[in-house]
């Protein structure tokens, strides 16, 4: 019984982390798109979509 309360309680705080990190850095490159577009040399919508390609295959790859 003890390493089942242990075992969700790790679950629990793993999602937690996960949720907290994947937050920051999405407020982190949020800002930074208009310069990934000049720099790139891409429309800011692109930009946009390759950040959101990130943060999916982020998303996936927890509950994988």
């Not at 019984?1 to 309680?9: C, E, H, P, S, V």
């Not at 999916?56 to 927890?62: K, M, P, T």
């Given at each position: 019984?003890?390493?089942?309360?242990?075992?969700?309680?790790g679950l629990l705080l793993v999602g937690f982390a996960?949720?907290?990190?994947?937050?920051?850095?999405?407020s982190l490159l949020g800002p930074a798109l208009p310069a990934f577009a000049r720099s790139f040399g891409i429309a800011p919508a692109t930009a946009g979509q390759v950040v959101t390609a990130?943060?999916?295959?982020?998303?996936?790859?927890?509950p994988a």
């Open positions: 019984m003890q390493d089942r309360r242990r075992a969700r309680l996960t949720f907290i990190v994947m937050g920051a850095g999405q990130l943060w999916v295959g982020c998303a996936s790859g927890v």
